[in-house]
């Protein structure tokens, strides 16, 4: 997966022209905490702030389009509900807010393509989640929201959320990470208490390169609505694999379309047990979506080494993607979480004990996979070990 391919598919893992174009603009009350934090303008306020965050669930939706249009199964949908909430509501949660949150949707959709039944299921699908998280102790409540008929815009389908919640400064995670820290990682795969399913881990990052290095050729002709024409047609549809594929894991066979669709894994329950246990203990918690396992040089305030030499397993699904792809392992780890979205970065041993106890208690995989460091240079560095391979970004 060469940068060239990356610029011709239209994407970017850094998003440098983005943070480019926000450059000098106001970060906010706490500008290396992971989501803007803003002041109470409900109450004027001084001892709380507010956080309103906008995600979607990206190209992840032209996935689930195709295979919901080869096999029928609208259960896809629900997931796409659940990357969409998951990229606010972990963010907003790696700041501090974990519970009492108002979301709405925007969905923009070409209604020649895209029945009732997937709306239906769209929505249904954010209510069952907002009800299993109740059941786990966190409160969202629904705003409601815009469905739109834009055909003349959107291919397919596009499936967004906005949340807003409220919290005391005190209660605000303003990542300080600092030498001598402990990193805890979590794993994105697996099969958690509050998920119904085996989840391959796949996060909502990096679908563009995923779908279109593992999967065949067949589906730029079947789906022409499935991509942008403006691609280089070789860059288009150019693995080897169908979805209804089939492979086998831990004795359990998944179709490869299913596991890249394996919705986004929230933490919500378990960094609201996190923090309410060792509020004041954590210095920084970094959710590793948009440019993955380097996501954390933008959180830190003075330049530290930040060193991960423990990884937890790369699952099967991210060496099948690279096993497609030809990528560099290198490129791997900017772009998917490689088996490890959360990391929480702490004072001490025991703090990192508890940390794993808790993601036990939910059989999610947990680990301290690395430390942070002093550095002499003038910028921060992030040395990722794989197999023996020390990466450095």
């Not at 702030?49 to 992840?60: E, F, L, R, W």
């Not at 629904?142 to 409220?166: K, L, P, Q, W």
């Not at 150019?238 to 492979?247: D, Q």
Request: hydrophobic fraction near 40%; charge should be negative; include cysteine.
């Amino acid at each position: 997966m060469s940068k060239d391919k990356y610029l011709g598919r239209g994407v970017s893992a850094d998003k440098s022209e983005v943070h480019e174009a926000i450059k000098g603009i106001d970060k906010g009350l706490y500008p290396y905490a992971f989501c803007k934090i803003l002041p109470d303008l409900l109450t004027k306020d001084d001892s709380y702030c507010t956080i309103m965050h906008a995600d979607t669930a990206g190209t992840k939706t032209s996935l689930a389009y195709i295979y919901w249009r080869e096999t029928g199964d609208l259960s896809v949908w629900k997931g796409i509900v659940q990357d969409a909430l998951v990229m606010n509501l972990d963010d907003m949660a790696c700041s501090g807010c974990t519970d009492d949150i108002m979301v709405s949707s925007t969905i923009g959709r070409n209604k020649n393509l895209i029945s009732g039944d997937v709306i239906k299921a769209i929505i249904h699908g954010a209510q069952e989640f907002f009800d299993k998280m109740a059941g786990l102790g966190v409160n969202i409540v629904s705003a409601g929201g815009e469905t739109a008929d834009v055909g003349d815009i959107v291919r397919t389908i596009d499936v967004g959320f906005t949340a807003f919640g409220r919290l005391s400064r005190a209660d605000v995670i303003d990542n300080n990470i600092k030498p001598g820290a402990f990193i805890v990682g979590f794993a994105s795969y697996g099969q958690a208490t509050y998920e119904s399913e085996y989840n391959a881990g796949m996060g909502s990052n990096g679908l563009t390169s995923a779908r279109h290095d593992v999967f065949a050729k067949v589906y730029m002709s079947k789906y022409p609505e499935s991509f942008d024409h403006a691609t280089d047609e070789s860059l288009v549809y150019a693995g080897s694999k169908l979805l209804t594929e089939e492979i086998e894991i831990d004795g359990h066979f998944y179709t490869i379309g299913k596991l890249v669709l394996s919705p986004t894994r929230t933490f919500l329950p378990v960094l609201k047990d996190i923090i309410n246990g060792y509020r004041g203990q954590i210095q920084g918690i970094i959710h590793n979506t948009g440019g993955a396992h380097t996501k954390v040089s933008k959180f830190l305030k003075e330049p530290v080494k930040i060193i991960k030499d423990n990884l937890l397993p790369v699952p099967p699904l991210f060496k099948l993607i690279q096993e497609e792809s030809n990528a560099e392992i290198e490129e791997m780890y900017k772009v998917f979480n490689m088996g490890t979205r959360l990391e929480c970065y702490v004072d001490n041993l025991e703090v990192a004990n508890g940390l794993i106890a808790i993601a036990n208690k939910y059989n999610i995989d947990a680990q301290i996979i690395g430390r942070v460091e002093a550095t002499l240079d003038s910028k921060s560095t992030i040395h990722v070990f794989h197999e023996g391979q020390e990466l450095i970004y």
